[in-house]
């Protein structure tokens, strides 16, 4: 790193101020830490399932280490993975997930999450895009699968299913419910193997994979960016990001990963990096995380937090304020140590009011999947700074630069630039892309930021989200956070508009919890709390706001309804 001065670095300990990746790495790789893994933690529960119906089936450490040895030697024998093919994986939260993760990562693939609410086109560009060699896809998306194929993208087809790893009883009571009384079956034409098929056939072979699986600072993951703005694209990470960003995190907060027997509830998908950023957490510290597989409705949770409390709580914004607004959830709500938020901006109400109902200390975080996870957090304990999302992470460097390229000023606004060994290696065939996205090596985040004088971070919005109004720079997050704190409210976006009077005006898309709540109403308490031109000319009521599978609003739609 350069001299520039760093606040940061004065709260970090003489460990982070030293942290060297190279040296920090406990693992060269995933696969790697789940071998330790099952050798520190044995037949300790790893993973567990959680239906909405209280139904749960568990794996151990040293069952998803024989489980993964099983598929990465199917991929290898059947499959004829060659090291460094793209596996596309394609389902909701699940026990198979990890297996086949972990299986294809010690075959040496590399691994393309697909997101399973994408329509057959959107999962068909992803395959192409990522010349995928094989899909590992859900048994109950099988008409989706069957379009995927049509469309001339031929590859082999591996499924799973919720109900794998349950015991042989549990599995066909399970099916015979789940078929002929909720209709939820594959009508999948498409010839494919089951996982359960696929283990049974690896188990049964003799094949090496020890040496196969990608180390250090080559391609690993190509994960598909949420699309917030546009097209999604694919992002290349290197085998040991998310290692070096646990080991950042250790860095920082050490008491935060002592996770061994403490139990985690992971309603964020294995798809998106911060859940599967968690899930290796689990597996490094031998901890136990239970899966939801579709946290909709709310009430699906029930069971698992009554059956599982969870010490360790990772969500977002959204899921936060959703469980405070069930009356089931505050007559008795878990006792958590820990909340991990990120993804998107927490809002200040609702983590007073999550505090004070769970007990938990929150800690918010700040990353992108450009930067396999965590770019800035939080320390735990006294440290902890709410309204922020905490320090750079050791080993990284920010700098706030404006319109000009220039770096301001601390306490004033710019766009928020990062260096650090987590930084995506790229965008996958995409040149033009990649010179847009870097500026003489630093990432350009397209967030914008303030910094405090102790080197402490807030997010203040996005780039392209900025609204001008009668020459005035509007973030729609400030207004966003006046808004939510009015009683009748449960959420809101705000956009803008073109507007011919001023360039451009502003649109709130707002979630009523009380259906008398008027548009008068919102906007006259907009001007009670806001400068005239920060108010909104358009309030709108909806049932809900478009959001990617982990929380974040979408505004590039609510834009398109505001047009």
Same mark, same amino acid.
């Given at each position: 790193?350069?001299?520039?001065?760093?606040?940061?670095?004065?709260?970090?300990?003489?460990?982070?101020?030293?942290?060297? $990746?190279?040296?920090?790495?406990?693992?060269?790789?995933?696969? @790697?830490? &789940?071998? *330790? @893994?099952?050798?520190r933690f044995g037949d300790m529960s790893a993973f567990t399932l959680m239906l909405p119906q209280g139904q749960s089936a568990t794996i151990s450490y040293k069952a998803l280490n024989e489980h993964s040895d099983a598929f990465a030697r199917y991929c290898v024998d059947v499959l004829k993975i060659e090291k460094s093919d793209v596996v596309a994986i394609q389902a909701p939260n699940c026990l198979g997930y990890l297996v086949a993760l972990v299986g294809a990562l010690k075959a040496g693939a590399i691994i393309s999450n697909v997101n399973p609410l994408y329509t057959a086109e959107e999962t068909e560009r992803q395959l192409r895009d990522s010349d995928a060699k094989a899909l590992v896809g859900f048994d109950l998306f099988g008409e989706q699968l069957d379009k995927v194929v049509a469309s001339g993208v031929q590859l082999p087809i591996v499924t799973m299913s919720a109900f794998d790893f349950f015991s042989p009883v549990q599995r066909a009571i399970l099916s015979f419910v789940a078929k002929h009384f909720k209709g939820m079956k594959s009508s999948m034409k498409t010839p494919s193997t089951t996982l359960m098929e696929a283990l049974k056939v690896g188990a049964a072979s003799s094949t090496d994979v020890s040496a196969r699986e990608i180390t250090a600072d080559n391609p690993c993951f190509y994960q598909y960016s949420g699309g917030t703005t546009g097209k999604s694209k694919g992002v290349m990470l290197t085998a040991n990001g998310v290692l070096i960003n646990i080991a950042q995190f250790e860095a920082m907060s050490p008491e935060a990963t002592d996770a061994r027997g403490k139990v985690g509830l992971l309603v964020l998908p294995l798809y998106h990096m911060f859940g599967l950023y968690m899930a290796t957490i689990t597996i490094q510290y031998g901890g136990q995380m239970v899966l939801i597989p579709n946290p909709r409705p709310?009430?699906?949770?029930?069971?698992a937090l009554e059956k599982y409390p969870p010490d360790?709580?990772?969500?977002?914004?959204?899921?936060? @304020?959703?469980?405070?607004?069930?009356?089931?959830?505050?007559?008795?709500?878990?006792?958590?140590?820990?909340?991990?938020?990120?993804a998107t901006a927490l809002k200040e109400s609702v983590r007073k009011e999550w505090e004070e109902v769970t007990g938990a200390e929150v800690v918010e975080s700040y990353g992108m999947t450009e930067t396999t996870t965590v770019l800035t957090t939080n320390p735990t304990g006294e440290m902890n700074r709410p309204n922020t999302v905490g320090l750079p992470m050791p080993g990284v460097d920010i700098r706030l630069v404006n319109e000009s390229g220039q770096e301001v000023p601390t306490g004033e606004r710019g766009e928020i630039q990062a260096k650090g060994p987590q930084i995506m290696m790229g965008y996958l065939n995409a040149d033009d892309l990649n010179q847009q996205?870097? *500026? *003489? =090596?630093?990432?350009?985040?397209?967030?914008?930021?303030?910094?405090?004088?102790? =080197?402490?971070?807030?997010?203040? *919005?996005?780039?392209?989200?900025?609204?001008?109004?009668?020459?005035?720079? &509007?973030?729609?997050?400030?207004?966003?956070?006046?808004?939510?704190?009015?009683?009748?409210?449960?959420?809101?976006?705000?956009?803008?508009?073109?507007?011919?009077?001023?360039?451009?005006?502003?649109? @709130?898309?707002?979630?009523?919890?009380?259906?008398t709540l008027t548009e008068e109403a919102v906007i006259a308490y907009c001007r009670e709390h806001l400068?005239?031109?920060?108010?909104?000319?358009?309030?709108?009521?909806?049932?809900?706001? $478009?959001k990617t599978p982990v929380g974040k609003v979408l505004r590039r739609e609510l834009r398109e309804m505001a047009a």
């Open positions: 790193m350069s001299n520039r001065a760093r606040p940061w670095e004065k709260w970090y300990s003489e460990e982070a101020k030293q942290f060297d $990746p190279r040296r920090a790495l406990k693992h060269q790789s995933i696969p @790697a830490t &789940v071998r *330790d @893994a099952a050798t709310l009430s699906n949770l029930k069971k360790i709580f990772p969500g977002v914004n959204t899921l936060f @304020a959703g469980l405070l607004a069930q009356p089931w959830f505050r007559e008795n709500p878990p006792t958590i140590e820990r909340t991990f938020s990120g996205a870097f *500026d *003489d =090596g630093w990432l350009r985040t397209g967030d914008i930021g303030v910094f405090d004088d102790d =080197g402490f971070l807030r997010i203040v *919005d996005r780039v392209k989200d900025m609204v001008l109004i009668s020459g005035f720079n &509007v973030f729609p997050n400030e207004i966003e956070g006046v808004i939510t704190k009015m009683p009748g409210v449960s959420e809101v976006g705000v956009v803008g508009r073109a507007d011919g009077d001023s360039g451009e005006a502003l649109v @709130a898309f707002v979630v009523r919890s009380d259906e400068t005239g031109y920060k108010c909104p000319k358009d309030v709108r009521f909806v049932d809900e706001l $478009p």
